[in-house]
């Protein structure tokens, strides 16, 4: 299915000015790279978040996790 979106003139060769075979290919390597920059940088806000914990409340995540991952176990 395919839609229509209107851009300007600027963006749209913008889009062409990177050269792959279509726009379309353009816009989804564009949005695969903006797509990994936000999953990295979430997780880089988790660790920051992780470091800021107690060394208490980090043993009760590590049980937690450890918990889950045993409920887990044997899964296929």
């Known amino acids: 299915m395919a839609t229509t979106v209107k851009v300007s003139t600027e ?3 913008r889009i062409k000015a990177f050269g792959r075979a279509t726009l379309e290919d353009t816009i ?11 999953f990295w940088a979430q997780a880089e806000r988790a660790a920051a978040w992780r470091a800021t914990l107690s060394d ?9 996790e450890a918990e889950i991952d045993a409920a ?3 899964i296929e």
């Open 11 to 13: 963006t749209r060769d």
């Open 28 to 38: 989804i390597e564009a949005l695969d790279a903006l797509e990994e920059r936000e």
């Open 56 to 64: 208490d409340e980090q043993a009760q995540r590590r049980a937690r």
């Open 72 to 74: 887990f176990d044997g």
